[in-house]
Structure formats: C-alpha cells, structure tokens
C-alpha cells in the first residue's frame, strides 16, 4: 500500500471516525481504523459493533492494499502537523506516514480481522431529510432518551416513517420528547424503528462537521437489523433497537387549564438563580407558583439545613392559578435544548406532565413529570 492525501481532509475524517473507536474494546483490533486503497481512493472505516463508519476520500494511490492502524495515537499525529501532503507506504506491517518535517511509524493489525462494516450498493432509501430538520430535531429530542441500560428500549430514539411524516421520540420515563419532520416525498413504506441514541448524535455531529449537502439517505437494513444513514461521502451504520417502545400518545395532553408564554432567557435566568439551593435537595425539586392575575411565576427550593430563596419572572399567564413542582435539572435541560426564546408551558394539575413548546413550531412537544409537593 502506497498513497498520498492532503493532511487537512484526512485529519477531518480521521477526528470523525475515530469518535466510534471504543476506548475499551473488549477485541484489540477494534482500537484500529482500517485503510483500504482502491481506484485512486482511500477507505477508511471504524466500529465497536453497535456504531461503524466507512468512509472515502480522494488520494493520489501507487500501490494498492488493506490494513488497520492505532486510531487514537494517528489521529492525534495527522491533527498535529501542519497542512500539506501526507505520504504513507506500508512496509512490512508497519505504516509510515510522513511529510517534509514530520515523520511516524505505526504496527498495524490485519485488516482479515476487522469486523466486516455493512455496505449498501443498490436500492431505493427508506427515505430523505433534509440535514438541518436532522440536527434539529436530534438536539430536541436526544437528550430525553436514558443513558443507563436498566430498560435497553430507552436508550434509543423511535423513529415513525409514515408517508411524508417523520417522528423522532425519546423518553427516559421521566421526560419525553417528540419532534414530528415533513419530508420533501413520501418514504418507501412505514415503519417503526428504534436506533441507539449514540448513531443520531454521532450522525449530528458528522452532519455538523462536513455540512457540504443538503439530504441524509437513510436506508433499512432489514435482515441485518440494521439501518445506514448515507451523507454526502460518509456512511453511518448502526444496529438497531429490540423491544417494544412504550406507548406514549396517551400520556401526551390533550388539553390546559393553565398555559405561561414565556421568554426561556428569563425563565432560565430565574432557574439558575434558584437551582442554588435546588441542586441540594433531593431530586433537584422546585416549585413552581403559578399566578395568572399577576402574570408573574415564582421559583422557590427549600433545603432543611440550608435555607430556601426564590426568584420571579412575568409571563402571559392564561387560565388557572396552579402551584406544582419539578426537577431543576429536568427543566435546565428541555430549556438549554429549545432553539427559540418563544416558549409555552402548559399543565392542568399538579400530578399531571408539565407541557413545554416552542411558539412557531407545532410539531415539537416535551413533557416533564411533576414530582410531589
């Protein structure tokens, strides 16, 4: 194997996929990434099983051949010389990388032992999104879904295909998020899915990171259990979720009998304010007093052996007034994900979901269970 590429594009793909690279794999070579050479280009690809990245990129290819090498310890090396052509032979299982004042030599893996990554050549997408519905809709969502594995069904995000309607819903059981996308055409067939959180974000990120086209293709895997997200010269493969997602339509109100528009900069600052003594009591809990006469809400926490304190912010408050009670930390999260400063929050008892939605967006709905007065 002998190439040669430009050092800023292979330091930008080899940051992208090496964030799959396990730090703790339980097979060596899966500290690896793996270098293929093929027809003027260079494949690369990464997994830890449950995530893998293939990828390409043009280079200048005087020999052909297939091999793996430390992740970590290359990436970290082409990132930290300047940009300019990088040359690379391999000779006798070892990889050696140069260019006019910087030179490495990495031992390589086989690549007969790299875990083969899946790869789609024919065939029509499940469906398409447009990239900016994608990172939207992942920042809105993603956060909601568990990060432990008591319940596997949480750690991933459902995805509902239905015609030309997309839902992305996440939940841990204590909050739920749910961002409904109207696709540009109708998708292939319908479909209920659940995909790991982690491949959305890494999907986000890569989105993020390239950002040189418009639309995502997604693909389903079926016999494999897998899905692939193809954009632009980078495919994400992940395996998908089994397990039944639980049903979460009839816990989402229908109705309010008590609605605040709010900034979420001030109900934010007044939280932070707040969350001084709130961080300190059990569950994060503060109360939230409601008063639609004065269109004012008041933040209060109490801690026993620490004190209490509040703080108060206007709102257009409609309805009742109601006194009810949240996790701060439940709170600071839907709000540091909500791209708008135009906020509602609805509820209708204090036992009931708390509601929060952004103003010009309908297709967006996050609850927040209430905890105990």
């Given at each position: 194997?002998?190439?040669s590429?430009?050092?800023?594009?292979?330091?930008?793909?080899?940051n992208?996929?090496?964030?799959?690279v396990?730090?703790?794999?339980?097979?060596?070579?899966?500290?690896?990434v793996?270098?293929e050479?093929?027809?003027?280009?260079?494949?690369?690809?990464?997994?830890?099983?449950?995530?893998?990245i293939?990828?390409?990129i043009?280079?200048?290819?005087?020999?052909?051949?297939?091999?793996?090498?430390?992740a970590?310890q290359?990436?970290?090396f082409v990132?930290?010389?300047?940009?300019?052509?990088?040359?690379?032979?391999?000779?006798?299982?070892?990889?050696n990388?140069?260019?006019?004042?910087?030179?490495?030599?990495?031992?390589?893996m086989?690549?007969?032992?790299?875990?083969?990554?899946?790869?789609?050549?024919?065939?029509?997408?499940l469906?398409?999104?447009?990239?900016?519905d994608?990172?939207?809709?992942?920042?809105?969502?993603?956060?909601?879904?568990?990060?432990?594995?008591?319940?596997?069904?949480?750690?991933?995000?459902?995805?509902?295909?239905s015609?030309e309607?997309?839902?992305?819903?996440?939940?841990?059981?204590?909050?739920?998020?749910?961002?409904?996308?109207?696709?540009?055409?109708?998708?292939?067939?319908d479909?209920?899915?659940?995909?790991?959180?982690?491949?959305l974000?890494?999907?986000?990120h890569?989105?993020?990171?390239?950002g040189d086209?418009?639309?995502?293709?997604?693909?389903?895997?079926?016999?494999?259990?897998?899905?692939?997200?193809?954009?632009?010269?980078?495919?994400?493969?992940?395996?998908?979720i089994?397990?039944?997602?639980?049903?979460y339509?009839?816990?989402?109100p229908?109705?309010?009998?008590?609605k605040?528009?709010?900034?979420?900069?001030?109900?934010?600052?007044?939280?932070?304010?707040?969350?001084?003594?709130?961080?300190?009591?059990?569950?994060?809990k503060?109360?939230?007093?409601?008063?639609?006469?004065?269109?004012?809400?008041?933040?209060?926490?109490?801690?026993?052996?620490?004190?209490?304190n509040?703080?108060?912010?206007?709102g257009?408050?409609?309805?009742?007034?109601?006194?009810?009670?949240?996790?701060?930390?439940?709170l600071?999260?839907?709000l540091?994900?909500?791209?708008?400063?135009?906020?509602?929050?609805?509820?209708s008892?204090?036992?009931?979901?708390?509601?929060?939605?952004?103003?010009?967006d309908?297709?967006?709905v996050?609850?927040?269970?209430p905890?105990?007065?």
């Amino acid at each position: 194997m002998q190439f040669s590429c430009n050092q800023d594009t292979l330091a930008k793909y080899l940051n992208i996929i090496s964030r799959v690279v396990s730090s703790k794999p339980g097979l060596p070579i899966l500290n690896n990434v793996q270098f293929e050479t093929d027809k003027g280009k260079l494949i690369m690809a990464a997994t830890d099983l449950e995530i893998g990245i293939n990828t390409w990129i043009g280079a200048d290819v005087k020999s052909e051949g297939k091999t793996t090498v430390p992740a970590k310890q290359l990436t970290e090396f082409v990132t930290s010389i300047p940009s300019e052509t990088i040359n690379v032979d391999l000779d006798n299982q070892v990889f050696n990388i140069s260019t006019t004042n910087n030179s490495a030599s990495f031992n390589t893996m086989s690549a007969e032992d790299f875990p083969a990554i899946t790869s789609v050549t024919e065939g029509k997408p499940l469906f398409k999104i447009n990239k900016e519905d994608l990172i939207k809709a992942v920042n809105r969502v993603a956060f909601a879904s568990a990060t432990d594995d008591i319940k596997p069904v949480l750690t991933g995000v459902l995805l509902e295909v239905s015609g030309e309607s997309l839902s992305l819903v996440g939940t841990d059981g204590l909050r739920l998020s749910r961002q409904i996308i109207n696709l540009s055409s109708s998708a292939e067939k319908d479909v209920n899915i659940l995909v790991p959180v982690k491949a959305l974000l890494e999907l986000s990120h890569i989105v993020s990171e390239i950002g040189d086209e418009e639309t995502i293709e997604v693909y389903l895997i079926e016999e494999k259990n897998q899905m692939l997200f193809r954009y632009s010269d980078i495919d994400l493969v992940s395996r998908l979720i089994d397990g039944q997602f639980p049903e979460y339509r009839q816990i989402i109100p229908t109705g309010f009998k008590t609605k605040c528009s709010v900034s979420k900069t001030d109900f934010l600052n007044s939280l932070k304010v707040t969350n001084i003594i709130a961080k300190s009591v059990l569950g994060n809990k503060i109360i939230l007093d409601i008063d639609s006469e004065s269109n004012k809400i008041v933040l209060s926490a109490t801690q026993t052996d620490l004190g209490s304190n509040k703080s108060t912010f206007e709102g257009k408050i409609e309805g009742d007034n109601l006194k009810i009670a949240f996790s701060s930390r439940l709170l600071s999260d839907i709000l540091n994900h909500l791209d708008s400063d135009e906020i509602s929050f609805e509820c209708s008892e204090t036992v009931k979901p708390g509601v929060f939605k952004v103003t010009e967006d309908p297709d967006f709905v996050h609850l927040v269970m209430p905890m105990m007065l």
